[in-house]
């Protein structure tokens, strides 16, 4: 028994389901008009049917008009934003109200003082990369973003639509967000750049949330001391690490892995406070970060160094010398001539003892002073694709 082919559809001659609408009711109206006419009602009846007919037409524009703005705003906005401002009366006003929101920002370690090394269309090309595999991991997990900020992601979850679970998911969402960096590095090893790493804080809060500007331009947006909060925490990370407020960890505390913690006082606050580092979370999502070995190997051979303090985002003029006493692929110890302050983020270059540079554009932050203040820790936040080689040399020699 021979099965029937199904015949492929000419797009050059098929009519829009809209246009089908109106000419069918079209029809359906004339005829109506036609009887109507040639009845003694027809002076009741015709007004009504030319009213229904028109009321089709602008009903059938307006959903186009409609459909065609959300996907206009798909671009720009969250499916959440864009049903507020097209559906709902309070969509387009100006205002809001306090509600508790759980905050997620991203940013590449490093990527500002590397972008001025790269032409501009070789950084759109990794700008774009980047954001589009994380765009794709924060709607998995229902967030809403709020911004992007050059390689920042300013994520919402519990705004505009209220979660159960804003907390649960927005760790979730940076592990899974870590985990997918291997991948945009693989990406962009063919073409010589430097291994990428992000940095991730999360904090929830009370704050407010809604629309923010002018009658000539708005952003649904939040905005309180849990938002600059939340913008302090990350810059206390380094590539591949998560970092948690206590608000997150009082939430979800059974599911999470904490890998450390540190007593911080981020700016503008009075007083310490304490942020977690985050490797995993288990419950319905159980996902993982590789857990870090952090042992150090102390050199035979000291390495010398020199480096400057990457300071908003611009290299500092001031030079400092030192060298490298421990070393592994994730952190080292250094020895400098002079002391540098905790937190700070450094640009490292690598020579022999005969002042032959061997590696250059290695990024790092200070992350433990030791007890001697010329000697501390630092824990490597964007490196070439061969710094690991370079590690394990220098660890053997």
């Known amino acids: 028994m021979l099965k029937s082919i199904p015949q492929k559809r000419n797009k050059t001659t098929e009519l829009p389901y809209t246009t089908i609408l109106i000419m069918t009711l079209g029809g359906v109206s004339g005829i109506g008009i036609y009887f109507a006419v040639i009845s003694e009602y027809w002076i009741q009846v015709l007004p009504s049917i030319i009213a229904l007919y028109i009321s089709v037409i602008f009903i059938v524009d307006a959903n186009q008009k409609i459909a065609k703005m959300r996907k206009i705003f798909g671009r720009y906005l969250t499916n959440e934003v864009a049903t507020i401002l097209l559906e709902t009366p309070e969509g387009l006003q100006l205002g809001g109200k306090e509600r508790v929101v759980t905050l997620l920002f991203c940013d590449l370690r490093g990527f500002s003082v590397l972008s001025e090394q790269i032409p501009p269309e070789k950084i759109a090309e990794i700008t774009s990369l980047y954001l589009e595999v994380m765009t794709k991991i924060i709607y998995k997990y229902e967030g809403t973003i709020n911004n992007f900020m050059g390689d920042g992601i300013f994520v919402m979850f519990g705004a505009p639509i209220a979660m159960m679970d804003a907390q649960e998911q927005a760790v979730s969402c940076a592990i899974a967000m870590q985990l997918a960096m291997d991948d945009i590095n693989n990406k962009l090893i063919p073409s010589g750049i430097p291994l990428l790493g992000m940095g991730i804080s999360i904090h929830t809060g009370n704050m407010f949330a809604g629309n923010v500007g002018s009658q000539l331009y708005a952003k649904y947006t939040v905005m309180g001391s849990s938002v600059n909060l939340v913008f302090s925490i990350e810059k206390y990370t380094v ?67 020199q480096f400057r303090v990457v300071k908003d985002k611009h290299l500092s003029e001031k030079v400092y010398r030192g060298n490298v006493v421990k070393i592994s692929d994730t952190s080292a110890q250094i020895y400098s001539h002079e002391p540098v302050e905790i937190l700070s983020n450094i640009k490292i270059d690598f020579y022999r003892k005969d002042e032959t540079l061997i590696l250059t554009d290695v990024y790092a932050k200070v992350v433990k002073i030791l007890d001697n203040s010329n000697h501390f820790y630092i824990r490597f936040t964007s490196v070439p694709s061969s710094f690991k080689l370079f590690a394990e040399s220098v660890s053997k020699t």
């Open 239 to 305: 590539g591949g690490q998560i970092l948690i407020s206590s608000d997150i960890l009082k939430s979800i505390q059974e599911l999470l892995r904490v890998d450390g913690e540190m007593q911080v006082q981020p700016k503008g606050t009075k007083e310490s406070i304490t942020i977690y580092e985050i490797g995993g979370i288990g419950g319905k999502y159980n996902l993982y970060l590789p857990q870090r070995a952090e042992t150090l190997i102390a050199l035979k051979q000291e390495i010398p160094l």
